[in-house]
């Protein structure tokens, strides 16, 4: 029994672990860099969970739905304003700004909810069947599971299958060629952003929820 509900912890585990690094790799491996203000982002998805299920008193579903909305709006906008003008500099001035964007985020966090610890109400509320919960197998380890496979599975098919996503790994193969073909490479690059903040906040809801 011990080692069973070791194991589905520890898969529940790493399958959070996949879904923050799916969208850290997702933009090195495009537009090749560091972004240090990803952990942060999961930080504001996890706040704005707490926020909305707490604060505003609203349903799980609402709170998941706002989460992934903000981070991914939030992904955006620290593309587009601190690394789009950046994007012909030295690698050094792009690693700068994003611990510049870190710590801003930090700081905005820390303003608006303060450094108080804050119990994390947790947004899977169904009970497992009765021979899983006699293993002490958790809701929230079967959800974060099959919603990382799910994920996965997602991503498999838009990286592989759709014209966005074949525009992507061009433009990680070669952002000239990819230019030169037709690709709208700042587009792309805001896209990748976008798909692994919204990553980002499905990773901070879940750990939250595991972890409250």
Same mark, same amino acid.
């Given at each position: 029994?011990?080692? @069973?509900?070791?194991?589905?912890?520890?898969?529940?585990?790493?399958?959070?672990?996949?879904?923050?690094?799916?969208?850290?790799?997702?933009?090195?491996?495009?537009?090749?860099?560091?972004?240090?203000?990803?952990?942060?982002?999961?930080?504001?998805?996890?706040?704005?969970?707490?926020?909305?299920?707490?604060? @505003?008193?609203? !349903?799980?579903?609402?709170?998941?739905?706002?989460?992934?909305?903000?981070?991914? +709006?939030?992904?955006?906008?620290?593309?587009?304003?601190?690394? /789009?003008?950046?994007?012909?500099?030295?690698?050094?001035? +792009?690693?700068?700004?994003?611990?510049?964007?870190?710590?801003?985020?930090?700081?905005?966090?820390?303003?608006?909810?303060?450094? /108080?610890?804050?119990?994390?109400?947790?947004?899977?509320?169904?009970?497992?069947?009765?021979?899983?919960?006699?293993?002490?197998?958790?809701?929230?380890? +079967?959800?974060?599971?099959?919603?990382? @496979?799910?994920?996965?599975?997602? +991503?498999?098919?838009?990286? !592989?299958?759709?014209?966005? !996503?074949?525009?992507?790994?061009?433009?990680?193969?070669?952002?000239?060629?990819?230019? @030169?073909? !037709?690709?709208?490479?700042?587009?792309?690059?805001?896209?990748?952003?976008?798909?692994?903040?919204?990553?980002?906040?499905?990773?901070?809801?879940?750990?939250?929820?595991?972890?409250?």
């Amino acid at each position: 029994m011990t080692f @069973l509900s070791h194991l589905i912890n520890g898969i529940s585990l790493g399958s959070v672990y996949a879904l923050i690094a799916l969208g850290y790799t997702m933009v090195y491996g495009i537009a090749k860099m560091l972004n240090f203000a990803h952990g942060d982002v999961i930080m504001v998805g996890a706040y704005m969970s707490w926020f909305v299920m707490n604060q @505003l008193g609203l !349903g799980p579903v609402t709170a998941v739905c706002a989460t992934i909305i903000t981070c991914t +709006l939030l992904g955006v906008v620290i593309e587009k304003i601190a690394y /789009t003008p950046l994007r012909s500099a030295p690698r050094i001035s +792009l690693l700068i700004t994003a611990i510049g964007v870190s710590y801003f985020l930090q700081n905005a966090a820390q303003l608006l909810w303060g450094a /108080t610890p804050k119990n994390f109400t947790s947004l899977v509320t169904f009970q497992v069947p009765e021979f899983l919960a006699k293993f002490n197998v958790s809701a929230v380890s +079967l959800v974060t599971i099959v919603a990382c @496979l799910v994920i996965m599975a997602g +991503l498999m098919f838009f990286t !592989g299958k759709t014209k966005m !996503g074949k525009a992507m790994r061009a433009v990680s193969e070669d952002k000239a060629a990819a230019q @030169l073909m !037709g690709i709208n490479v700042n587009a792309t690059i805001s896209m990748t952003f976008a798909i692994g903040s919204g990553l980002a906040a499905i990773a901070g809801v879940l750990l939250c929820s595991a972890y409250p």
